[in-house]
């Protein structure tokens, strides 16, 4: 569990000879390693909300930001330096939100076979793949409006029930390095054309659950749409859809998850629109209040995943349409920003968005059982296959776990990298308290500090963005500490990192931090 400092070397304050110098990062665990020139007399930490007196020479952990404050004998109480501690008591666990497995009607595991199961069932090696990858948590979201899986492709065959096989993996997988997560896709499907006010219906919904197991009536189905069985030409597996009802909007999909808390036992659930801008798939638009997400669920956006790079509302703005998607169009009311802009308070989270049953494969980017007509005969005869391979989610987390990582989640303090799995640490500074990157702050002045530690990077650009898509500060550097003024309690500021690394483009984002008229609303 790391501890965090922001400091500038050592730093000499009047009156008095009184010097200070604090390394970092330390093990938490490790006695808190300060050199002080001088005499001293006191030392606490303080959060805002409680100061305690600390030992320097006994271990020290905190669940949130703080600041260390020394004081001198002569003259006694008087304060004489003070060093912020950035995230303290936080490390980061990394992993794959969205991905999918044959159990999905357009999984396709195994290209060069028709899309055959890799294993001898599907999503066999899901979560194997997902450890190999190096993630400490996974989530395996395979469509709700399918009931079974038949491998032989005889959709009259018995076949496995999806949602029972989803579980049993998960359960499979459970171990005390590694959280495997329980999830859907909730696949909302309408016609892609703009109505006379400029909005469109539809969208698609990530839903991941905090325990290993859920009742049916957890995992609610859009309304299916008309699909042949078959996933696509030649493919051996097919999936049957359910026969009950879904749902066509997004506030009856949450109204449902609350009746199953009240049917089967409350559990957590986190939420979130996917490929939010991208009119195929399907494209969100937090312009129209049918999309309102609702905060009990939906607390968070996915920023990016294999289907492009949904940040910006006006795509050709400099550095934005890092990663854009060809033949497809963009919808600006479907962008972060634009979710942003509605004041909606969610933080920023990535996903593959795989359907190989390969998580975290950011190097080797999916195909689907949507085959495509590439020789001209008419005949569909090769999977549809995407060109990028998405984008991780970071959650800033105050122990492993599953616990800490929907206290996280929940919290919006997550980050997203394309590649370069660097922990970016950054804290707001205002009315003598320190926020982490999700939080709500009280309007006015604030001071925002940022570093990231070294990733062999060519360059690397740090930008302070707000809804509007301006830049409000940058650093060319691996730092970044700035002055900034969030306006009002419809103002956000986010942090984008811009870096290059073995010729490569990549781009890191943290959750915004969200204007508030008093700090008492946090």
Not at 81 to 94: F, N, P, Q
Not at 206 to 228: K, M, S
Not at 272 to 295: C, E, G, I, R
Not at 484 to 505: K, N
């Amino acid at each position: 569990m790391a501890l965090w400092l922001l400091i500038a070397g050592c730093v000499r304050v009047a009156p008095g000879d009184l010097m200070v110098s604090v390394a970092g990062p330390l093990l938490n665990g490790d006695p808190l390693d300060v050199t002080v020139d001088g005499a001293v007399s006191s030392w606490t930490l303080s959060d805002g909300a409680r100061t305690e007196w600390v030992d320097p020479d006994e271990a020290i952990a905190w669940p949130r930001p703080a600041v260390l404050t020394l004081s001198a004998h002569d003259p006694p109480g008087v304060v004489r330096a003070r060093t912020e501690v950035l995230a303290l008591g936080r490390e980061v666990m990394w992993g794959d939100l969205h991905a999918h497995s044959n159990l999905s009607h357009d999984g396709c595991e195994v290209v060069d076979e028709d899309c055959a199961d890799r294993g001898s069932v599907a999503a066999e090696d899901f979560f194997e793949r997902a450890r190999d990858a190096d993630l400490d948590f996974t989530a395996l979201t395979d469509h709700a409006e399918y009931a079974s899986y038949h491998a032989d492709g005889d959709p009259t065959s018995e076949g496995v029930d999806i949602w029972t096989e989803q579980q049993q993996r998960v359960q499979e997988a459970e171990a005390d390095d590694f959280v495997p997560l329980l999830g859907y896709e909730w696949t909302l499907a309408k016609d892609h054309e703009l109505d006379d006010q400029g909005h469109w219906e539809g969208g698609h919904k990530t839903v991941v659950l905090g325990e290993t197991a859920a009742c049916d009536d957890y995992r609610v189905p859009a309304p299916h749409l008309e699909f042949d069985y078959a996933k696509g030409a030649g493919t051996t597996g097919v999936s049957v859809p359910r026969e009950d009802e879904g749902v066509g909007s997004a506030a009856a999909l949450y109204e449902r998850l609350r009746a199953a808390r009240a049917s089967c036992g409350d559990q957590e659930v986190v939420a979130f629109a996917h490929h939010p801008a991208w009119s195929v798939p399907q494209a969100t638009d937090f312009s129209s209040a049918l999309y309102d997400p609702d905060p009990d669920f939906e607390r968070l956006v996915e920023i990016a995943s294999e289907h492009g790079d949904s940040e910006c509302y006006d795509p050709t703005d400099e550095a934005c349409g890092w990663w854009p998607k060809a033949g497809v169009d963009y919808r600006p009311a479907g962008s972060v920003q634009s979710a942003l802009r509605e004041g909606f308070h969610v933080g920023f989270v990535g996903g593959t968005d795989s359907h190989d049953a390969s998580p975290g494969s950011l190097d080797d980017p999916s195909c689907t059982a949507k085959f495509e007509d590439t020789d001209g005969d008419g005949s569909p005869d090769t999977p549809m296959c995407h060109g990028w391979g998405g984008t991780l989610t970071g959650v800033l987390v105050d122990a492993f776990g599953r616990e800490p990582l929907f206290r996280g989640l929940d919290a919006r303090s997550t980050l997203v990298t394309s590649g370069p799995r660097v922990t970016p640490r950054a804290a707001l500074v205002a009315d003598g308290h320190l926020y982490l990157p999700g939080e709500a702050v009280p309007v006015g002045a604030v001071r925002i500090a940022a570093w990231v530690p070294e990733h062999g990077a060519d360059w690397t650009v740090m930008e302070l963005v707000d809804p509007l898509g301006t830049v409000r500060a940058s650093s060319d550097g691996l730092r970044l500490d700035v002055e900034v003024e969030l306006t009002d309690s419809d103002d956000a500021l986010y942090l984008r990192i811009r870096t290059e690394v073995e010729g490569v483009e990549h781009r890191l984002w943290a959750s915004p931090w969200f204007g508030q008229a008093t700090s008492d609303q946090r």
